[in-house]
């Protein structure tokens, strides 16, 4: 099996920083992508960030410039570190993985627990 735990989320104030880590652990034999994504009250699932084993990067409009996200291959972590954070960061921030657990296998993708960001204003 696969797990992704996530750490680092809490409640800051409008222009503050916080910084997401996630660790994966398991049957894993390689990971492509891993990303974050966030979900606030109401709305869908969306994508914030995502890096690729290489090390190429996308990051949704609404974070460019503000949010950076890297990852340890040799570790299987990922973490977001996000500065300048607006009310409207507010959601819960969920790790995703795509993983594949033996050689010659497929990816599936996995996902974290999810995380709480909350920014007052």
């Known amino acids: 099996q696969v797990q992704l735990v996530e750490s680092g989320g809490g409640l800051v104030q409008a222009g503050g920083s916080l910084r997401l880590s996630c660790a994966a652990s398991g049957s894993i034999f390689s990971i492509n992508a891993m990303g974050w994504y966030r979900q606030a009250p109401g709305k869908q699932r969306e994508l914030v960030a995502i890096?690729?084993?290489?090390?190429?990067?996308k990051y949704a409009d609404s974070v460019k410039g503000r949010f950076t996200i890297s990852r340890d291959n040799v570790k299987n972590t990922v973490a977001l570190q996000m500065n300048s954070l607006k009310p409207e960061d507010t959601a819960v921030y969920y790790c995703?993985?795509?993983?594949?657990?033996?050689?010659?296998?497929?990816?599936?993708?996995?996902w974290g627990q999810g995380t709480q960001v909350t920014v007052s204003s």
């Open positions: 995703n993985a795509e993983v594949n657990k033996y050689f010659g296998g497929t990816y599936a993708s996995y």
């Open positions: 890096i690729r084993s290489g090390g190429s990067t």
